[in-house]
């Protein structure tokens, strides 16, 4: 059964910097798209980066391009999410989720996605 487990979360200062980790289950991650999803309060979710696991290819939002990355682990099954240069406005709820497709589209089609982990709660200071 596919599982996301999430951690990494919590208070951090602005200017610093966080590492958010996904770990999967019951998936193969050649078959899946792994994409970072943040929900702020009252916006709405938007896309902040994606892993294509079929050729390791990553992208990133706007919102953190130049300031993230977005390694993986295929032994761990797991994938991270690096945001440096943190700003208040990265406060959110962040979300790791799969589906089996690609990055394309609005937000790295987070309408698709199939599976979500919890959501882990992200505070910058300013």
């Known amino acids: 059964e596919v599982q996301l487990v999430e951690s990494g979360g919590g208070l951090v200062q602005a200017g610093g910097s966080l590492r958010l980790s996904c770990a999967a289950s019951?998936?193969?991650?050649?078959?899946?798209?792994i994409g970072w999803f943040r929900q702020a309060p009252g916006k709405e979710r938007e896309g902040v980066s994606c892993?294509?696991?079929?050729?390791?290819?990553?992208y990133f939002a706007d919102s953190v391009k130049g300031r993230a990355t977005m390694p993986s682990d295929n032994v761990k099954n797991t994938v991270y999410l690096l945001i440096h240069s943190l700003k208040s406005e990265d406060t959110a709820v962040y979300y790791c989720?799969?589906?089996?497709?690609?990055?394309?589209?609005?937000?790295?089609?987070?309408?698709?996605?199939?599976?979500w982990g919890q959501g882990t709660q992200v505070t910058v200071s300013s």
């Open positions: 019951g998936l193969v991650f050649d078959d899946y798209a």
């Open positions: 989720a799969a589906t089996v497709g690609s990055c394309s589209g609005s937000n790295f089609g987070l309408d698709g996605y199939v599976y």
């Open positions: 892993f294509s696991g079929g050729d390791g290819s990553t």
